[in-house]
Protein backbone atom coordinates (compact mmCIF):
# COMPACT_ATOMS: atom_id res chain seq x y z
CA UNK A 1 0.00 0.00 0.00
CA UNK A 2 1.36 3.46 -0.78
CA UNK A 3 2.84 5.73 2.03
CA UNK A 4 -0.65 8.61 2.09
CA UNK A 5 0.85 11.90 1.35
CA UNK A 6 -0.58 15.34 3.18
CA UNK A 7 -0.73 19.00 2.26
CA UNK A 8 1.87 21.12 3.94
CA UNK A 9 3.16 25.07 3.14
CA UNK A 10 4.68 26.09 -0.03
CA UNK A 11 7.91 27.65 0.38
CA UNK A 12 9.48 31.19 -0.77
CA UNK A 13 7.14 33.55 -2.71
CA UNK A 14 4.82 33.79 -5.36
CA UNK A 15 5.96 35.68 -8.84
CA UNK A 16 5.33 39.22 -8.83
CA UNK A 17 3.03 38.45 -11.50
CA UNK A 18 0.50 36.29 -9.83
CA UNK A 19 -2.27 38.42 -8.56
CA UNK A 20 -2.62 39.55 -4.83
CA UNK A 21 -6.13 38.84 -3.84
CA UNK A 22 -6.34 35.48 -2.26
CA UNK A 23 -9.22 33.83 -0.39
CA UNK A 24 -8.09 34.91 3.26
CA UNK A 25 -10.78 36.05 5.06
CA UNK A 26 -10.83 36.71 8.75
CA UNK A 27 -14.54 37.55 10.21
CA UNK A 28 -16.12 37.36 13.66
CA UNK A 29 -17.45 34.28 13.25
CA UNK A 30 -14.79 31.95 11.51
CA UNK A 31 -11.73 32.81 9.59
CA UNK A 32 -9.75 31.10 6.24
CA UNK A 33 -6.19 30.93 5.95
CA UNK A 34 -5.28 29.38 2.38
CA UNK A 35 -2.37 27.31 1.81
CA UNK A 36 -1.01 30.00 -0.47
CA UNK A 37 -0.89 32.63 2.54
CA UNK A 38 1.05 30.25 4.28
CA UNK A 39 4.79 31.44 3.16
CA UNK A 40 8.14 31.20 4.49
CA UNK A 41 8.02 35.58 5.57
CA UNK A 42 5.36 34.86 7.99
CA UNK A 43 6.60 31.91 10.38
CA UNK A 44 7.87 32.29 13.77
CA UNK A 45 10.50 31.10 15.65
CA UNK A 46 9.88 29.25 18.87
CA UNK A 47 12.27 29.28 22.01
CA UNK A 48 14.12 25.95 22.34
CA UNK A 49 13.45 24.81 18.96
CA UNK A 50 16.71 24.32 17.07
CA UNK A 51 16.91 24.58 13.06
CA UNK A 52 12.59 25.14 13.00
CA UNK A 53 10.37 27.47 11.99
CA UNK A 54 6.11 27.31 12.51
CA UNK A 55 3.15 28.66 10.78
CA UNK A 56 0.68 29.68 13.98
CA UNK A 57 -2.63 29.15 12.50
CA UNK A 58 -4.84 29.62 15.82
CA UNK A 59 -4.02 31.31 19.27
CA UNK A 60 -6.22 32.64 22.05
CA UNK A 61 -7.19 35.53 21.52
CA UNK A 62 -9.80 38.18 21.93
CA UNK A 63 -12.50 37.58 18.87
CA UNK A 64 -10.67 34.66 17.68
CA UNK A 65 -9.38 31.21 19.04
CA UNK A 66 -10.86 30.35 22.60
CA UNK A 67 -9.82 27.23 23.40
CA UNK A 68 -6.45 25.84 21.63
CA UNK A 69 -3.10 26.87 19.45
CA UNK A 70 -2.58 25.50 16.42
CA UNK A 71 0.79 25.41 14.50
CA UNK A 72 1.99 23.43 11.15
CA UNK A 73 5.94 23.11 12.24
CA UNK A 74 8.88 22.41 10.40
CA UNK A 75 11.79 21.11 11.53
CA UNK A 76 15.23 20.72 9.31
CA UNK A 77 17.39 17.65 9.44
CA UNK A 78 19.27 17.98 12.97
CA UNK A 79 16.47 20.14 14.61
CA UNK A 80 13.85 19.64 17.23
CA UNK A 81 14.04 20.25 20.93
CA UNK A 82 14.70 18.82 24.21
CA UNK A 83 12.44 21.13 25.86
CA UNK A 84 9.17 21.71 23.36
CA UNK A 85 6.19 22.34 25.86
CA UNK A 86 6.74 25.59 27.72
CA UNK A 87 3.52 25.10 30.14
CA UNK A 88 3.86 22.06 31.72
CA UNK A 89 -0.59 21.50 32.15
CA UNK A 90 -0.83 21.98 28.95
CA UNK A 91 -1.70 18.96 26.36
CA UNK A 92 -1.37 18.60 22.65
CA UNK A 93 -1.40 16.59 19.32
CA UNK A 94 0.99 16.10 16.96
CA UNK A 95 0.08 14.72 13.23
CA UNK A 96 2.94 14.30 11.08
CA UNK A 97 2.62 15.79 7.27
CA UNK A 98 5.77 14.56 6.29
CA UNK A 99 9.35 13.58 7.09
CA UNK A 100 10.55 10.86 9.72
CA UNK A 101 10.75 12.81 13.13
CA UNK A 102 11.75 11.04 17.04
CA UNK A 103 9.67 11.66 19.56
CA UNK A 104 10.11 10.78 23.30
CA UNK A 105 7.82 10.38 25.65
CA UNK A 106 8.17 10.19 29.05
CA UNK A 107 11.75 9.08 28.11
CA UNK A 108 10.36 6.35 25.45
CA UNK A 109 11.15 7.02 21.82
CA UNK A 110 9.00 6.31 18.94
CA UNK A 111 10.07 6.99 15.31
CA UNK A 112 7.40 8.60 13.62
CA UNK A 113 6.33 8.82 9.54
CA UNK A 114 3.49 10.80 7.51
CA UNK A 115 0.03 10.07 8.84
CA UNK A 116 1.18 8.92 12.57
CA UNK A 117 -0.79 10.32 15.53
CA UNK A 118 0.58 11.57 18.58
CA UNK A 119 -1.41 12.32 21.84
CA UNK A 120 0.61 13.92 24.45
CA UNK A 121 -0.79 14.12 27.83
CA UNK A 122 -0.51 16.93 30.36
CA UNK A 123 2.54 17.08 32.42
CA UNK A 124 4.22 14.97 29.96
CA UNK A 125 7.98 15.21 29.42
CA UNK A 126 8.89 14.52 25.79
CA UNK A 127 10.98 15.98 23.23
CA UNK A 128 11.23 15.64 19.09
CA UNK A 129 14.57 15.38 17.29
CA UNK A 130 14.60 14.94 13.19
CA UNK A 131 17.63 12.87 12.51
CA UNK A 132 16.43 12.32 9.10
CA UNK A 133 17.80 14.00 5.91
CA UNK A 134 14.79 15.49 4.55
CA UNK A 135 12.65 18.10 6.55
CA UNK A 136 9.56 16.76 8.87
CA UNK A 137 6.15 18.82 8.81
CA UNK A 138 3.36 18.25 11.41
CA UNK A 139 0.96 19.92 12.97
CA UNK A 140 0.90 20.91 16.51
CA UNK A 141 -2.31 21.50 18.55
CA UNK A 142 -2.35 22.61 22.04
CA UNK A 143 -4.62 22.82 24.78
CA UNK A 144 -4.64 24.01 28.27
CA UNK A 145 -6.45 20.34 29.97
CA UNK A 146 -9.26 21.25 32.13
CA UNK A 147 -8.88 18.74 35.18
CA UNK A 148 -11.93 17.19 36.93
CA UNK A 149 -11.94 15.61 40.01
CA UNK A 150 -12.20 12.15 40.55
CA UNK A 151 -10.86 11.72 36.59
CA UNK A 152 -7.18 10.76 35.98
CA UNK A 153 -5.38 12.67 32.59
CA UNK A 154 -5.05 11.03 29.57
CA UNK A 155 -2.00 9.11 28.99
CA UNK A 156 0.32 9.62 26.13
CA UNK A 157 0.04 7.34 23.32
CA UNK A 158 1.21 7.19 19.73
CA UNK A 159 -1.47 6.03 16.89
CA UNK A 160 -1.63 6.43 12.89
CA UNK A 161 -4.18 6.90 10.88
CA UNK A 162 -3.90 3.44 8.58
CA UNK A 163 -4.08 1.90 12.52
CA UNK A 164 -7.51 3.51 12.99
CA UNK A 165 -10.64 2.12 10.80
CA UNK A 166 -13.16 5.28 10.48
CA UNK A 167 -16.57 4.93 11.67
CA UNK A 168 -18.92 5.69 8.87
CA UNK A 169 -21.73 8.61 10.22
CA UNK A 170 -24.84 7.42 10.65
CA UNK A 171 -27.31 7.84 7.31
CA UNK A 172 -24.62 8.62 4.55
CA UNK A 173 -24.21 5.10 2.68
CA UNK A 174 -20.32 5.39 3.68
CA UNK A 175 -19.61 8.55 2.27
CA UNK A 176 -18.68 9.88 5.42
CA UNK A 177 -16.67 8.99 8.02
CA UNK A 178 -14.53 9.96 11.08
CA UNK A 179 -11.49 8.39 12.26
CA UNK A 180 -11.14 8.81 16.14
CA UNK A 181 -8.00 7.82 17.86
CA UNK A 182 -9.83 8.09 21.24
CA UNK A 183 -12.95 6.93 22.91
CA UNK A 184 -15.74 9.54 22.50
CA UNK A 185 -17.10 8.39 25.65
CA UNK A 186 -13.65 8.51 27.77
CA UNK A 187 -14.09 11.69 30.07
CA UNK A 188 -10.34 11.89 31.05
CA UNK A 189 -10.00 13.40 27.00
CA UNK A 190 -11.28 17.18 27.17
CA UNK A 191 -10.62 17.94 23.24
CA UNK A 192 -10.49 15.50 20.51
CA UNK A 193 -8.84 15.83 17.40
CA UNK A 194 -10.08 13.58 14.58
CA UNK A 195 -9.69 12.81 10.74
CA UNK A 196 -12.99 13.59 8.49
CA UNK A 197 -13.04 11.96 5.58
CA UNK A 198 -15.57 12.42 2.68
CA UNK A 199 -16.00 10.81 -0.80
CA UNK A 200 -16.82 12.88 -3.84
CA UNK A 201 -20.17 13.81 -3.61
CA UNK A 202 -20.67 13.23 -0.21
CA UNK A 203 -22.13 16.11 1.95
CA UNK A 204 -22.89 17.34 5.62
CA UNK A 205 -26.67 17.59 5.02
CA UNK A 206 -27.67 20.20 7.28
CA UNK A 207 -25.67 23.49 9.39
CA UNK A 208 -24.29 22.21 11.85
CA UNK A 209 -24.06 24.51 15.11
CA UNK A 210 -22.67 23.71 18.53
CA UNK A 211 -20.96 24.49 20.99
CA UNK A 212 -17.53 23.06 19.90
CA UNK A 213 -14.99 25.46 18.52
CA UNK A 214 -13.17 24.37 15.32
CA UNK A 215 -9.99 24.63 14.22
CA UNK A 216 -9.40 22.17 10.67
CA UNK A 217 -6.51 21.62 8.79
CA UNK A 218 -7.44 20.19 5.22
CA UNK A 219 -4.88 17.29 4.35
CA UNK A 220 -5.95 15.94 0.79
CA UNK A 221 -8.96 17.05 -1.74
CA UNK A 222 -11.01 20.13 -1.72
CA UNK A 223 -14.65 20.97 -0.97
CA UNK A 224 -17.04 24.29 -0.91
CA UNK A 225 -17.38 24.81 2.85
CA UNK A 226 -20.34 26.42 4.62
CA UNK A 227 -18.81 29.07 7.28
CA UNK A 228 -21.71 30.87 8.99
CA UNK A 229 -23.75 32.45 6.08
CA UNK A 230 -21.16 32.26 3.58
CA UNK A 231 -19.71 29.25 1.16
CA UNK A 232 -16.15 28.90 0.84
CA UNK A 233 -14.13 26.74 -1.56
CA UNK A 234 -11.22 25.30 0.52
CA UNK A 235 -8.55 22.86 -0.92
CA UNK A 236 -5.75 20.90 0.70
CA UNK A 237 -2.95 22.79 2.71
CA UNK A 238 -5.94 25.56 4.23
CA UNK A 239 -7.02 26.00 7.39
CA UNK A 240 -9.86 26.81 8.75
CA UNK A 241 -11.03 27.62 12.65
CA UNK A 242 -14.74 28.39 13.41
CA UNK A 243 -16.23 30.01 16.50
CA UNK A 244 -18.62 28.33 18.83
CA UNK A 245 -21.88 27.76 17.34
CA UNK A 246 -20.74 28.88 13.47
CA UNK A 247 -23.32 27.13 11.57
CA UNK A 248 -20.64 24.65 9.13
CA UNK A 249 -22.12 21.83 6.32
CA UNK A 250 -19.90 20.64 3.49
CA UNK A 251 -19.95 19.77 -0.13
CA UNK A 252 -16.97 17.29 -1.38
CA UNK A 253 -16.62 19.02 -4.55
CA UNK A 254 -13.08 17.06 -6.27
CA UNK A 255 -12.53 13.85 -8.30
CA UNK A 256 -10.78 12.31 -5.09
CA UNK A 257 -11.53 12.05 -0.98
CA UNK A 258 -11.80 15.43 0.90
CA UNK A 259 -9.91 14.64 4.50
CA UNK A 260 -9.40 17.31 7.27
CA UNK A 261 -7.60 17.14 10.44
CA UNK A 262 -10.44 18.86 12.51
CA UNK A 263 -9.93 19.92 16.66
CA UNK A 264 -12.80 20.31 18.79
CA UNK A 265 -13.04 20.89 22.62
CA UNK A 266 -15.61 18.31 24.26
CA UNK A 267 -16.83 16.72 27.91
CA UNK A 268 -16.61 19.74 29.99
CA UNK A 269 -19.12 22.05 31.60
CA UNK A 270 -18.99 25.45 30.19
CA UNK A 271 -17.52 27.49 32.75
CA UNK A 272 -19.78 30.26 34.81
CA UNK A 273 -16.66 31.91 36.41
CA UNK A 274 -15.11 34.97 34.89
CA UNK A 275 -11.39 34.80 33.78
CA UNK A 276 -8.89 36.19 36.32
CA UNK A 277 -8.38 38.93 33.55
CA UNK A 278 -12.30 40.05 33.13
CA UNK A 279 -12.45 40.01 37.02
CA UNK A 280 -10.23 42.31 37.08
CA UNK A 281 -11.56 44.25 35.20
CA UNK A 282 -15.37 44.16 36.75
CA UNK A 283 -13.64 44.56 40.54
Known sequence: MPERTYATPADGLPEQTQRTTDRAVFKTAYAVIPRGVMRSIVTSRLPHWHHTRAWILARPLSGFAETFAQYIVEVAPGGGSQTPEPEPDAEGVVFVLAGRPRITLDGVAHTLRPGSYVFIGPKTSWTLENDGDVAACFQWIRKRYEYVAGIEAPASFVSHDDDVEPTAMPDCNNVWATTRFVDPDDLSHDMHVTIVTFQPGGVIPFSETHVMEHGLYVLEGKAV????????????????????????????????????????????????????????RHA
Open 225 to 280: YQLNEDWVEVEAGDFMWLRAFCPQACYAAGPGPFRYLLYKDVNRHPSLSLSPLERN
